[in-house]
T-cell receptor, first 113, second 115 residues
Framework: DGGITQSPKYLFRKEGQNVTLSCEQNLNHDAMYWYRQDPGQGLRLIYYSQIVNDFQKGDIAEGYSVSREKKESFPLTVTSAQKNPTAFYLC????????????FGPGTRLTVL | DAKTTQPTSMDCAEGRAANLPCNHSTISGNEYVYWYRQIHSQGPQYIIHGLKNNETNEMASLIITEDRKSSTLILPHATLRDTAVYYCIVRALGFSGGSNYKLTFGKGTLLTVNP
């Protein structure tokens, strides 16, 4: 089945530790995105990548880092510099570089203790 | 992107049509209306989008008023699995080098389908 996978679904970390969230897609989509969702809120864009080896900051990039070494993979690292890391993290991809019709993964719920 | 207004919540009986309204009175000529939904604790799911003509796909129909200031998403025969938060998003079709790549989600409408 084609789709976007994120792992793990639930992740717990101690404060001060970096953690990397996985996002893989086999849809052959060019563009990939990371969003953050807080309870009762909409989605906010963290980073996006329109092509391999290139990525851009979104609205709330501080405390996060990404890489795009392969078309199918776009991992997100939540660093200790992120003040409020506990959230639901969503990865998405789109077949075009302009972000039309974005397809989302199941999400990773990160809790920092 | 233009601002959208949606009711906070709606109920619908199983098997009946669910009509979800969205107001977007400041929509620009080049902005599309997108609908996504999010079932609890899952990623959002794309439903449909349109510019000015009515659109239909296997999931839903989108009716856009002639002045484009409002639209309605119609789920023709709602099931319990359609219970979700439905987001109406207005954005210009993205173009290379522009800043329209992101989707701006508001709070949406919680649709509850009752047995």
């Amino acid at each position: 089945d084609g789709g976007i996978t994120q792992s793990p679904k639930y992740l717990f970390r101690k404060e001060g530790q970096n953690v990397t969230l996985s996002c893989e897609q086999n849809l052959n989509h060019d563009a990939m995105y990371w969003y953050r969702q807080d309870p009762g809120q909409g989605l906010r864009l963290i980073y996006y990548s329109q092509i391999v080896n290139d990525f851009q900051k979104g609205d709330i990039a501080e405390g996060y880092s990404v890489s795009r070494e392969k078309k199918e993979s776009f991992p997100l690292t939540v660093t200790s510099a992120q003040k409020n890391p506990t959230a639901f993290y969503l990865c998405a991809s789109s077949i075009d570089k302009q972000g039309n019709e974005q397809f989302f993964g199941p999400g990773t719920r990160l809790t920092v203790l | 992107d233009a601002k959208t207004t949606q009711p906070t919540s709606m109920d619908c009986a199983e098997g009946r049509a669910a009509n979800l309204p969205c107001n977007h009175s400041t929509i620009s000529g080049n902005e599309y209306v997108y609908w996504y939904r999010q079932i609890h604790s899952q990623g959002p799911q794309y439903i449909i989008h349109g510019l000015k003509n009515n659109e239909t796909n296997e999931m839903a129909s989108l009716i856009i008023t002639e002045d484009r200031k409002s639209s309605t998403l119609i789920l023709p025969h709602a099931t319990l699995r359609d219970t979700a938060v439905y987001y109406c998003i207005v954005r210009a079709l993205g173009f290379s080098g522009g800043s329209n790549y992101k989707l701006t989600f508001g709070k949406g409408t919680l649709l509850t389908v009752n047995p």
